[in-house]
């Protein structure tokens, strides 16, 4: 059965050349998806398997406090800082599970090196090290992740549902989550204020 697939590996391969791994995916003003709308995701990873990325902006009503109580972590030494910080809703897929972006610094179990600045972990041992006063100096912690099949976003993109730009760690890391969406935005030269939900229609 492999041969039967070999004639496809090319034409996959040629329409995968667009890598937005370390990009902000910026949902348009006009994109009235309720999961999506207003968004900035982060993605972390663009291959031929599709994109996985993490929703910066739309925080949920549980803070780091609340989800070490629930998933039953004792904190040693105090949250250092993070104790209110609230956890994001990083987008649909697995919304019953954590999800760190984080600087890079110690190993852990099952932990993706986006760039030199920025590390995608989904194993608990980050939110251990965290308790045990250990943990990396910048993180995002989210429930849920967001995820595309391979040429569905590329083709979201050309419907012109999102804007793409180069990450920045400042914008996911220290800035306050409500400029987090115009911050992404500039990064482009675009005033959001600029942009109605009419562009495009003219």
């Not at 972590?73 to 990083?90: A, C, N, R, T, W």
């Not at 993706?112 to 006063?133: C, M, N, P, Q, R």
């Not at 482009?188 to 942009?195: E, F, Y």
């Amino acid at each position: 059965m492999q041969d039967a697939g070999d004639p496809l590996e090319p034409f996959g391969a040629a329409s995968s050349t667009l890598n937005l791994a370390n990009h902000f995916l910026i949902a348009m003003p006009s994109m009235q998806d309720p999961v999506f709308g207003g968004t900035v995701v982060y993605v972390c990873e663009h291959n031929e398997n599709g994109v996985l990325g993490v929703v910066i902006n739309k925080p949920t009503d549980m803070t780091m406090h609340t989800l070490f109580e629930r998933i039953d972590l004792k904190v040693d030494h105090g949250l250092e800082g993070h104790d209110d910080e609230p956890i994001m809703f990083g987008g649909p897929v697995q919304d019953d599970r954590g999800f760190v972006l984080h600087t890079p610094g110690q190993r852990y179990s099952s932990s993706l090196t986006v760039t030199k600045d920025i590390a995608f972990t989904t194993s608990i041992d980050v939110l251990e090290a965290v308790a045990a006063g250990d943990g990396p100096p910048r993180m995002l912690v989210s429930i849920g992740y967001s995820g595309w099949s391979p040429g569905q976003l590329e083709e979201e993109i050309s419907r012109n549902g999102w804007l793409t730009v180069g990450a920045d760690p400042e914008i996911l890391f220290n800035l306050p989550i409500e400029e987090r969406y115009t911050a992404a935005m500039r990064l482009l030269g675009i005033d959001p204020l600029m942009l109605t939900s009419e562009a495009g229609h003219a």
